[in-house]
């Protein structure tokens, strides 16, 4: 599965360009950068960053859900970044659900790694 952390550690950093990209939104619709919408912006956006460096951790995967349903609850200040949280949501659930498939083929021998070769 350390495939599977590169896909991780990759797929923070997309969401994480993809945030910070919705700076300029939150300064032109959002009050500015230096309100609490921007703020919340900026930090998920390093969080995300940081968490690449942890993915092989356990509590990573939480972590990144969770910063979702952050993204998700900005729906309040600003529906730009909720459809952020939303749209990565689904990617992670996505995701979560391949490794888990991976894993089961894995166990089962069924991959095509793992068939003999003629």
């Known amino acids: 599965m350390k495939g599977f952390r590169g896909v991780m550690s990759g797929t923070l950093i997309m969401e ?4 910070a990209l919705a700076l300029p939104v939150v300064n032109k619709l959002g009050g500015g950068i ?4 921007g703020w919340t912006v900026l930090a998920v956006a390093l969080v995300l960053v ?3 460096g942890f993915v ?3 509590w990573a995967v939480p972590v990144v859900l969770g910063l979702q349903v952050v993204l998700i609850a900005l729906v309040f200040w600003l529906p730009a970044i909720a459809v952020l949280g939303v749209v990565f949501l689904a990617i ?3 995701l979560l659900w391949l490794r888990k498939d ?6 089962a021998g069924t991959l095509a790694s793992q068939q003999p070769q003629p």
């Open 34 to 37: 230096s309100t609490g919408t």
């Open 50 to 52: 940081v968490l690449c």
């Open 56 to 58: 092989k951790k356990a």
């Open 92 to 94: 992670w659930l996505w």
């Open 102 to 107: 991976v894993a089961r083929r894995m166990a």
């Open 16 to 19: 994480a360009i993809t945030v």
